[in-house]
């Protein structure tokens, strides 16, 4: 299977050499080149993205700014000329990081990694229903959602809590939000996204899922009961 892809940067002559690199590759399908970030997203919002490769700095919208537009997130390799980027690019789980000049053997690698994670994602699995995959200990790891007790805030990492064990996984509570299926979770506080199917009990100030005792945003009380109670 291919992954839909396309390229957003806008040099026109980096486009082209990354859009040959594309169009070479057994393993990807060219949707489309963009100069800046605004055609990028009409066409990631009317058609199935599976991949991104992202210049940073564009003029009007940067690349990181896309990103935070975009609802649904595809895998990105970012693209620059900037090593600094690469930090911040970490915090948004990207998929790779190539620096300008790009070589061949170097492009061939990063879209390698991304079929694999493509195939981790999506791969199916019906005893164990959806799964999402996780960073943690340097080591990509598969966890399914009916699994997921809550998420908890814990300093610059997460804390993903499941029936078996615990994940560290460094990401911001917003970002690992967007990973999650729509519905079946919700952040009942700055510190505490829950699995709504795992709750026991619930009351204005608390929803118990097992022992344990997960803390109710006041200010969210209302829209957390509801989700609750409907799910």
Same mark, same amino acid.
């Given at each position: 299977?291919?992954?839909?892809?396309?390229?957003?940067?806008?040099?026109?002559?980096?486009?082209?050499?990354?859009?040959?690199? @594309?169009?070479?590759?057994?393993?990807?399908?060219? =949707?489309?080149?963009?100069?800046?970030?605004?055609?990028?997203?009409?066409?990631i919002?009317?058609?199935?993205?599976?991949?991104?490769?992202?210049?940073?700095?564009?003029?009007?919208?940067? #690349?990181?700014?896309?990103?935070?537009? $975009?609802?649904?997130?595809?895998?990105?390799?970012?693209?620059?000329?900037?090593a600094?980027?690469?930090?911040?690019?970490?915090?948004?789980?990207?998929t790779? %990081?190539?620096?300008?000049?790009?070589?061949?053997?170097?492009?061939?690698?990063?879209?390698?990694?991304?079929?694999?994670?493509?195939?981790?994602?999506?791969?199916?699995?019906?005893?164990h229903?959806?799964?999402?995959v996780?960073?943690?200990?340097?080591?990509?790891?598969?966890?399914? =959602?009916?699994?997921?007790?809550?998420?908890?805030?814990?300093?610059?990492?997460?804390? @993903? =809590?499941?029936?078996?064990?615990?994940?560290?996984?460094?990401?911001?509570?917003? #970002?690992f939000?967007?990973? $999650?299926?729509?519905?079946? %979770?919700?952040? =009942?506080?700055?510190?505490?996204?829950?699995?709504l199917?795992?709750?026991?009990? %619930?009351?204005?100030?608390?929803?118990?899922?097992?022992?344990t005792?997960?803390?109710?945003?006041?200010?969210?009380?209302?829209?957390?009961?509801?989700?609750?109670?409907?799910?």
């Open positions: 299977m291919k992954l839909n892809c396309i390229v957003v940067d806008d040099s026109a002559i980096q486009r082209i050499t990354i859009t040959k690199l @594309v169009n070479e590759s057994t393993l990807l399908n060219l =949707v489309g080149d963009f100069a800046n970030a605004l055609e990028a997203k009409n066409c919002n009317n058609n199935t993205i599976d991949l991104i490769f992202l210049d940073i700095e564009m003029p009007l919208i940067n #690349g990181f700014d896309l990103l935070d537009g $975009l609802k649904t997130k595809p895998q990105i390799i970012f693209i620059t000329s900037k600094d980027y690469a930090v911040k690019a970490f915090d948004y789980e990207a790779d %990081f190539l620096q300008k000049p790009i070589s061949k053997e170097r492009f061939n690698k990063a879209v390698k990694k991304a079929t694999e994670l493509h195939a981790l994602r999506y791969e199916n699995h019906e005893d229903g959806e799964s999402i996780i960073k943690s200990n340097l080591k990509k790891l598969k966890v399914y =959602v009916s699994k997921i007790k809550w998420i908890e805030a814990y300093g610059d990492y997460i804390k @993903v =809590v499941t029936d078996d064990e615990s994940h560290l996984v460094l990401s911001t509570m917003k #970002g939000e967007k990973e $999650l299926p729509e519905g079946k %979770f919700i952040r =009942v506080h700055k510190s505490y996204i829950i699995n199917d795992r709750v026991e009990k %619930f009351n204005s100030k608390f929803a118990e899922i097992g022992n005792k997960i803390p109710l945003s006041r200010n969210k009380k209302e829209e957390i009961v509801k989700a609750i109670e409907n799910a």
